[in-house]
């Protein structure tokens, strides 16, 4: 990227990891250090995008990261990532080293911009994944726990254990499309699993973005209603990968371009990258080509998909 301006690179003062960010960025003189709290985040993104800022830098986990690319998203300002949640993993697609605060500045500056892919439901554009069903009961459940103070470890033990006893399954009627003539399935399931991008179905990187993967809709549906044979399922996944368990009617996995879930509800809670939602149903998902365009690490430190130039957006371009 050229000499210029300092980038704005936007922490939440308020975050548990807003200490190390603050440090990182005040004693780097190529950024400038705006400390936003997330209510206002979008408007300060807008901003800079009115102003023709080229690049920004927003440090957080993967929720702040998403009502970031809210806001940038198809716009010609790109979006560099602080790591600064548990999980990290649209910077770890990105190829970040997600524990390295000054490298990953490096890479803000250095690197090279390049379009990727997201996807939206019911028109609201998410990253990596979003569910319905037990997965965002456990997160409600952790969430209540962690404000015990017991940690994130304990509590998404104990939270996985009162999801799992807690576990029931839901009707729900999938359509593979977003045409009214297209084939559709029912099922009964406790959870109901989108990822944006093929994922990688053998260990070690289970879950992951296949680099060289389809560019679509992952659907991956629990087609179970027994808690044992969640169990069962898990174990399995956990010992072999999603291979292990291809074949197996107590899992649903199939690659859309959009889909449409349809419950008896009218109203679905859900989870778009760990965070959760209300949503009017039937929900509408669709993948989002080259919806964002995003910073990835240089070319000599590139490690993830999006850098490796795989399924996960378009061409490189200089920025």
């Known amino acids: 990227m050229p000499t210029g301006d300092p980038i704005p690179a936007f922490v939440n003062p308020t975050a548990g990891s807003a200490p190390t960010a603050r440090e990182a960025i005040a004693k780097d003189p190529r950024f400038a250090l705006r400390e936003v709290a997330p209510l206002q985040l979008p408007d300060a993104l807008r901003a800079e995008v009115a102003r023709g800022t080229p690049r920004v830098v927003v440090a957080g986990g993967d929720g702040t990261v998403t009502l970031a690319a809210r806001a940038l998203a198809g716009t010609d300002t790109a979006l560099a990532v602080l790591p600064g949640g548990t999980l990290n993993h649209f910077a770890r697609d990105l190829g970040l080293p997600t524990d390295d605060a000054a490298a990953c500045l490096e890479c803000a500056v250095r690197g090279t911009v390049r379009p990727v892919d997201a996807a939206t439901l019911n028109g609201e554009l998410f990253l990596n994944t979003s569910s319905a069903g037990a997965y965002v009961q456990f997160v409600r459940t952790r969430e209540r726990i962690e404000a015990w103070h017991l940690g994130y470890r304990l509590a998404t033990l104990l939270a996985t254990i009162w999801t799992w006893l807690r576990l029931h399954a839901f009707t729900v009627v999938v359509r593979e499309g977003d045409r009214p003539g297209d084939a559709e399935r029912q099922l009964r399931s406790p959870l109901v699993f989108v990822a944006v991008g093929e994922r990688s179905l053998s260990p070690p990187a289970v879950g992951g973005r296949s680099p060289t993967g389809r560019r679509a809709l992952q659907l991956m549906i629990v087609n179970t209603a027994s808690r044992w044979g969640v169990i069962a399922l898990v174990a399995r996944m956990a010992a072999g990968g999603l291979d292990d368990v291809a074949n197996d009617p107590a899992l649903d996995v199939s690659l859309v371009d959009a889909c449409e879930l349809r419950m008896r509800r009218p109203w679905g ?19 989002a080509h080259d919806a964002l365009l995003a910073v990835v690490p240089p070319v000599e430190l590139a490690a993830g998909p999006f850098a490796a130039g795989g399924s996960a957006g378009g061409a490189a371009s200089a920025g």
């Open 269 to 287: 809670r859900v989870a778009m990258d760990g965070e959760l939602a209300r949503l009017r149903a039937p929900l509408h998902y669709r993948v």
